[in-house]
């Protein structure tokens, strides 16, 4: 067997999962890191899912297919150009396994997806203290959207925002 990318697929969940809490050790967030198999599975296989994703496998000591990348991803949508595009939420490729082309084949295979399917563009977020991604990002043609900041609601935020909503709702506003 050769190293490939494929879809993932249901009997690849516990090892997704496991390289999604290893990128929020790396990313120095591991107490936020709160995915489990079930949510997981229900995201990417459930009735209608939301979530898509790639592995990145490569033969291991016994032949077997061992799974050490990811990709996963959903669908935006950008209205200036009327078309959809895809979000990378997370790449990650075990450290052991970097500079041998993986990382490069998994956002290679979702360009191919957006290229077959007319979709506009593949963006994703990098911490900026994350030079070595930074850098090979850079290396196949990728731009920082420097005018632009992301900004999150979550936790005790969010949860005030929502009952603004609910009460706005019940008052007819």
């Known amino acids: 067997m050769t190293d490939r ?13 496991a390289l999604v809490h290893e ?11 709160t995915l489990t ?3 997981l599975a229900t995201a990417l296989f459930g009735p209608a899912p939301a979530l898509f994703g790639h592995v990145a496998e490569v033969a291991g000591p016994d032949g ?7 990709a996963l991803w959903f669908l935006n949508f950008s209205t200036w150009r009327g078309v959809h595009g895809v979000y990378l939420e997370d790449l990650y490729v075990r450290p052991t396994h ?14 191919g997806v957006c290229a077959e399917r007319g979709y506009a563009r593949l963006e994703w977020s990098v911490l900026d203290w994350n030079e070595p991604s930074i850098a090979f990002y850079r290396g196949i043609g990728a731009v920082p959207m420097d005018e632009w900041t992301t900004f999150r609601l979550d936790g ?16 007819g506003s």
């Open 98 to 111: 970097r500079g041998h082309g993986l990382g490069r084949a998994l956002l290679a295979t979702l360009a």
């Open 156 to 171: 005790d935020a969010l949860h005030t925002l929502a009952g603004d909503s609910r009460r706005s709702a019940l008052s």
């Open 37 to 39: 198999e079930p949510q």
């Open 23 to 33: 990128l929020a050790e790396y990313e120095r967030e591991p107490q936020s890191c």
């Open 64 to 70: 077997t297919a061992e799974v050490v990348g990811v």
């Open 5 to 17: 990318v494929r879809g993932v697929r249901p009997e690849d969940v516990p090892a997704v999962v």
